[in-house]
């Protein structure tokens, strides 16, 4: 594996005006042991410029070279749902830096709310702008829209699936769940780090 590029989250739209389509922004969580904020980063539309289709369907793209590292099969929160590893030695050193990030750890992200359940498996790797899935609203999601969380955590961890909200969620489930969104494994940051970080960067958008 080695790093290649950044791509944009939805395909057919420009890395560099995907911030246009924020619908909700991350707000950091009040307190150390609660649900409360939003961890991730919303990208929706009714129609795209004005015009053409609802988001619904749209490709979702892995934005960076990796490694699947969880998946979610339409149940509460987040629905179908996938979360993609990059490790720190392929990523580059200032976008390392700028997630407080050291050898030993990843960067991972969720891709939350997809329409269908995920045809890759734990340990398949992708690539910047494989497609992964498409954009939907499953899970606890309004209308339809991309949910992207981005965190730092060990290196090569596989996710347990992560359900809460449903009475049928084993204790382990649950747990996962917990420990994802607000466990000491995890350091959560706003995916307006990586956007930031592409549009500073000439030549990494695709
Ligand atoms: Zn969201």
Redesign the pocket.
Known sequence: MRFTSICSPLKDHDLAKITNYIS?PYVEPVGSNRETG?????FSYYHKDGVGDPIDGTLIQSMLDGRVAGLGFDRLPYGNMMVIETPFEILPAELATIYQMKAGQSLYLLY??MLESPNLAIGDEVSCGTAIGQVGGSGF?GNP?L??ETRVGPTGIELPTMIFYETTATLEEQAAYVEWRTGSTWTKYTPMLLLTYVSETTGANQ
């Open positions: 909700n939003h961890h991730g980063l919303d939350g709310h999601s829209h949910h992207l």
